[in-house]
């Protein structure tokens, strides 16, 4: 079956920096998105990897490893408004999304 | 560019009675338009996949009698709950995508329609 396994819940402190991990099994793979979701709203789109490496963009940087099925978010400066649930999501060999369940990322001041 | 709207943003609704959502791409024709349903503190559930023109395909477990979703132009999806039931609360999300579009072929998300069945 598929598969996408990522913490319930993370607690980190403003100014630090977190990393949240995401593992995956997928029917084939074509890429692998991270995706920020406030509570109410709907998802934003952070990242995208296809290949095996680090990809940075600004304060948020996110690794993949295709031989290892694993993936990490990671964010950098925390800020009070970094706090949301964070979304890992794998495009199958059809180019359907598998999510998973989401990680809540707490900020404490 | 990439906006997605979704009509209403939210509904309260007596038992019984039938809730249309329509979602639009504002900027860009969406050839393929997804419907998700997410429960409270729960991930994205992806309920169907409509290409434009084609009926949808429904995921294993979601009624297409229940769920109507019509993809009739490259700009709107409509997602209708039928004979909604208190069950059937939760915030529904479409999102779109289209070809070329972006930098990742990713999905635009609509700000999401949070129905209440009474």
């Known amino acids: 079956g598929q598969n996408i396994d990522q913490p319930t819940e993370m607690t980190a402190t403003e100014g630090a920096i977190v990393q949240i991990n995401c593992t995956y099994q997928t029917s084939g793979f074509n890429g692998l998105f991270w995706y920020q979701q406030h509570a109410g709203e709907a998802p934003t789109f952070l990242s995208y990897n296809v290949l095996d490496g680090l990809e940075e963009k600004g304060r948020f940087s996110s690794f993949l490893s295709r031989s290892k099925g694993y993936s990490y978010l990671l964010l950098k400066e925390l800020q009070m408004k970094d706090s949301a649930s964070y979304l890992c999501?794998?495009?199958?060999?059809?180019?359907?999304?598998?999510w998973g369940a989401g990680t809540k990322l707490i900020i404490k001041p | 560019g990439a906006v997605v709207s979704q009509h209403p943003s939210w509904v309260i609704c007596k038992s019984g009675t039938s809730v249309k959502i329509e979602c639009r791409s504002l900027?860009?024709?969406?050839?393929?338009m997804f419907w998700y349903r997410q429960f409270p503190k729960q991930s994205l559930m992806l309920m169907a996949t409509?290409?434009?023109?084609?009926?949808?395909?429904?995921e294993q477990g979601v009624e297409k009698d229940k769920f109507l979703i019509n993809h009739a132009s490259l700009t709107l999806s409509t997602l209708t709950v039928t004979s909604a039931h208190p069950e059937d609360s939760s915030f529904y999300i479409c999102s779109a995508r289209e070809v070329g579009r972006g930098d990742y072929n990713e999905q635009f998300f609509g700000p999401g329609t949070r129905l209440t069945v009474l």
């Open positions: 409509s290409n434009e023109g084609s009926k949808a395909t429904y």
């Open positions: 900027d860009f024709q969406a050839t393929t």
């Open positions: 999501a794998v495009a199958d060999s059809n180019y359907q999304l598998i």
